[in-house]
Nanobody, 116 residues
């Protein structure tokens, strides 16, 4: 069984930065796609960014130029550097990892609050 554990959330002022990390434990597979979703209160969960095992990245328009996703395949980790944070970035952030031709695993979520 695979477990994804996120860390790095918290409270930050507008314009500030946070770095989220997600580490896989348990039976480690070779993950194809890894990334981050977020869900704000009363809204649907939405994709923020993802990254393939080869390093190709996808960003949603609302985070382009502010967030950077990266991964370490050897350590089965994925990170999200978030700069110039805005109040509308406040949400619970979830990491995910896809096993090739297999299931998608999810982390438990970490709260990010952007407020003055």
């Amino acid at each position: 069984q695979v477990q994804l554990v996120e860390s790095g959330g918290g409270l930050v002022q507008p314009g500030g930065s946070l770095r989220l990390s997600c580490a896989a434990s348990g039976i480690i597979f070779s993950f194809n796609l890894m990334g981050w979703y977020r869900q704000a209160p009363g809204k649907q969960r939405e994709l923020v960014a993802d990254i393939t095992s080869g390093g190709s990245t996808t960003y949603r328009t609302f985070v382009k130029g502010r967030f950077t996703i990266s991964r370490d395949n050897a350590k089965s980790t994925v990170s999200l550097q978030m700069d110039n944070l805005k109040p509308e970035d406040s949400a619970v952030y979830y990491c995910f990892a896809d096993v090739s031709f297999g299931p998608r695993y999810w982390g438990q979520g970490t709260q990010v609050t952007v407020s003055s």
